[in-house]
């Protein structure tokens, strides 16, 4: 059993009595994680304690924490023995809803994100929604733009009900309203799963709808040396797709607006000074290297529908225009939102694991 | 396009100039390879040359060398960007018939051999005989071990031809007699690929005829440190395992000394002062290990077939009086075997491009 420091002062005694109430032999390991520990020698180090517990092929790596540590061990897990079993238990939001329910697993490499990896699927997923409590609301908003993602491109429901209670999910760490949390968390899984079933290794189409905010935001994260979170690039990333579309003409400004709306409401970042123009048509020659040879970027078209744009050629004065665009929405919009309430930041401080609205 | 100092010697002009006449970007380096330098840390080190040429993922990794080569590339191919085509050219008899022509792809970790690796078919082999006559004596022998084992669990005939002839084979680097040369390489390949083919992940049984040789020696490779190549490893491996099913009554006495004394006709080793039966010991619950809990011993019951020993237990007593059978049969041998021709030995030291007999 991997997991980070972090999940072990919040959950190793929990962890480590259940670990021993199992027959067998097993391990207890903390490893330092985070993006910037997302490497090859990170994988190594668990293939190490493996080898060192002569774990066998009947063997099972279980993960319990965010994304890196679902990212690391599903890595190891691909390589031990050639391929090995594992449990994966997702500790955050962004884990429960994207990370933690794909088969794949990847690490960055000579500051390329995600450059080196597997599709592995995992044995199991557990989900318990009670682990988001412990959550900063930083790590709330980052998995929350994960879930504004399969909205934008699938569900205009599920949008619309972020807008009525995504302040109170964030404050609450999606504790209440009970209902709400609950749905929200398991129709983006749905949507998810729905998407990733179609094609799980991504040999039989470069167009996936899972790509929406994943043009831009792998080099955000890069040029920023993972400093910007994965969650927060996402959401930069999604409002500057919006203003494209809007500047294109398919999508309409109400829409963009709207949607660059919520993103600001729910505390999520929409510009960073990092994506330059530059900067953008750096990012669209990496993922056309990676969509062999295509940008098929994810477009909406409006709020719960998308298209994939592959032959609009993305100009210097297409993405200045759309920057733009965005910078503008966001003093709009500040000037006229209420940002989240303070008693969200209170309850992060006190650690009180019942929520404070 | 990986290739070691060796092959760059010998064939690095001809590779850099068909490279020069294709079309698109490409790369040729040189890679120190070799057991010692099988692990991740040369894995990675040709993920981060693919990574500064920003491979996208219809580039190709193509593998020219021996079996380390072909490890270190299909391992690198399968992480890159999740797995992107490798091509092989196996330049060692050993890689022709044996580490060339699967799916898989591995290296060492914690000293432990082959702990971590992948099954990733490639996009194509090139086999050339031509290769093999810039090959050492021993690295013939390495491969022919591989050809041995085949026979041994498989093929009565190709045995029999070995015997004919395969002290001229090693002799001319399998270049003399050409028909046999070509023959006993292409049946090889064969056998192994039928074998191959039934179960190419390992997932559908841990009952593999080509796992003949392959109980003792990895452990075997552990101690030396891998100073004892993998080929020598395999022979002494096949030389123990035929006492055993000597002692055990499974095979004649007559046909444990037939192949015990091939293997000592040709040149390979049949014995190891490493291999204790202690070590032999440790190999088993290893392999055990390995093959999700059952020993699986292919054991021969004459040449060309074997069965799975599985029940029968593997007794200090046992190990013990077949590691002696061994040693008693290759005192026997010795005093009556012609050792390999002078000649050979010549025809190494000159590096004549043509056969010396």
Redesign the interface.
């Known amino acids: 059993m991997i997991t980070s420091p972090t999940v072990h002062s919040l959950y190793g005694e929990a962890l480590t009595s259940l670990l021993a109430s199992q027959q067998g032999a097993h391990q207890y390991e903390v490893l330092p994680l985070g993006e910037a520990r997302k490497h090859?020698r990170t994988v190594?180090r668990v293939?190490?304690l493996?080898?060192?517990m002569?774990?066998?092929?009947?063997g099972l790596l279980v993960a319990v924490g965010g994304g890196v540590c679902s990212d690391i061990v599903t890595?190891a897990a691909?390589?031990?023995?050639?391929?090995i079993d594992h449990l994966r238990i997702p500790t955050t939001l962004i884990g429960q809803v994207d990370a933690g329910i794909g088969i794949?697993g990847?690490v960055n490499?000579?500051g390329?994100k995600s450059?080196?990896?597997?599709?592995h699927p995992p044995a199991g997923v557990l989900l318990d929604r009670a682990f988001l409590q412990s959550l900063s609301i930083h790590a709330i908003r980052e998995g929350l733009a994960e879930v504004l993602k399969m909205a934008l491109v699938r569900d205009a429901e599920l949008f619309a009900r972020l807008e009525r209670c995504g302040t109170q999910l964030v404050a609450s760490r999606f504790q209440t309203p009970t209902l709400d949390g609950e749905q929200v968390v398991d129709q983006s899984i749905r949507l998810m799963l729905a998407e990733l079933q179609q094609n799980p290794f991504?040999d039989l189409s470069s167009q996936r709808l899972v790509d929406m905010g994943h043009t831009f935001s792998p080099t955000l994260e890069e040029r920023s040396r993972f400093r910007i979170s994965h969650g927060d690039a996402v959401a930069v990333d999604m409002a500057l797709t919006c203003a494209i579309a809007a500047e294109l003409g398919l999508m309409s400004i109400h829409d963009a607006k709207r949607f660059i709306g919520l993103l600001v409401q729910l505390g999520l970042p929409v510009a960073s000074p990092l994506l330059t123009v530059d900067a953008c048509r750096d990012a669209i020659r990496?993922v056309?290297?990676?969509?062999?040879?295509h940008l098929n970027l994810v477009t909406p078209m409006r709020i719960g529908a998308a298209t994939f744009l592959d032959q609009e050629p993305m100009t210097h004065r297409l993405l200045k225009a759309a920057l733009a665009r965005v910078t503008a929405f966001e003093r709009e919009l500040h000037s006229i939102t209420v940002t989240p309430p303070k008693s969200s930041v209170r309850f992060l401080e006190t650690g009180n694991a019942t929520p404070a609205l």
Chains 1, 2 share one sequence.
């Open positions: 090859m190594e293939c190490e493996a080898a060192r002569k774990l066998d092929r009947r890595f691909s390589m031990i023995r050639r391929g794949k990847a490499l000579q390329l450059f080196v990896g597997c599709f991504e990496s056309v290297a990676h969509r062999r040879g």
